[in-house]
């Protein structure tokens, strides 16, 4: 099974800034990579996928990178609801998996 | 606007069965694949199951291959999940989604496993 590793599980940001989240796979996915907001309480929400294409609708704020076996998620200028949980999911082969999320927290 | 709407959830005992619906609406499911995720409570996402256009090939995580079974009916534009044997590390919301990468999302349906 490929293992998704999410770094870091938590951290702290100020609005405006810019945060970056990773994730690494035990091997190659090619671009086969998802990214996913989830608000407490609320139904998680895809923001990129293949790696780097966003989703409709989402702010260009959120952009995606990489390819292989190292992804980030990198948020420019963060806003007030952007403050929540995010998950990376490889969907290059089965058992799909996804990373142990980022908590991403209010200074 | 493409709606999922998850059925079927509820409290069951240890070793019991449970069936999950999701109709889908504002799109034909039959161009997607269609996935199964849950969240266990206070926990992270974990995929579950996906099934392709025509129900031919299924996937499973291996926690559940052997007691769930994905299934779908594309002339009701609908997705299900038996769940056979079920456990208490089975509880969870579970959600149904669209494609392999879950563009889409339903709100989820809670499975209780307790005696």
């Known amino acids: 099974d490929i293992q998704m590793t999410q770094s870091p599980s938590a951290m702290s940001a100020s609005v405006g800034d810019r945060v970056t989240i990773t994730c690494r796979a035990s091997?190659?996915?090619?671009?086969?990579v998802a990214w996913f907001q989830q608000n407490p309480g609320k139904v998680p929400k895809r923001l990129i996928y293949?790696?780097?294409t966003l989703q409709s609708g989402v702010p260009s704020r959120f952009s995606g990178s990489g390819s292989g076996t190292e992804f980030t998620l990198t948020i420019s200028g963060l806003q007030p609801e952007d403050f929540a949980t995010y998950y990376c999911?490889?969907?290059?082969?089965?058992?799909?998996?996804f990373g142990g999320g980022t908590r991403l927290e209010m200074k | 606007e493409v709606q999922l709407v998850e059925s079927g959830g509820g409290l069951v005992q240890p070793g019991g069965s449970l069936r999950l619906s999701c109709a889908a609406s504002?799109?034909?499911?039959?161009?997607?694949?269609m996935t199964w995720v849950r969240q266990a409570p206070g926990k992270g996402l974990e995929w579950v199951a996906t099934?392709?256009?025509?129900?031919?090939?299924?996937y499973y995580v291996g926690s559940v291959r052997g007691r769930f079974t994905i299934s779908r009916d594309n002339s009701k534009n609908s997705q299900y999940l038996q769940m056979n044997s079920l456990r208490a590390e089975d509880t969870a919301l579970y959600y149904c989604?669209?494609?392999?990468?879950?563009?889409?999302w339903g709100q989820g349906t809670q499975v209780t496993v307790s005696s």
């Open positions: 293949v790696s780097s």
């Open positions: 504002g799109y034909t499911i039959s161009n997607y694949w």
């Open positions: 099934i392709n256009q025509d129900g031919s090939e299924t």
């Open positions: 999911l490889q969907h290059n082969s089965y058992p799909l998996t």
């Open positions: 091997q190659d996915i090619s671009n086969y």
């Open positions: 989604g669209s494609g392999r990468s879950v563009g889409y």
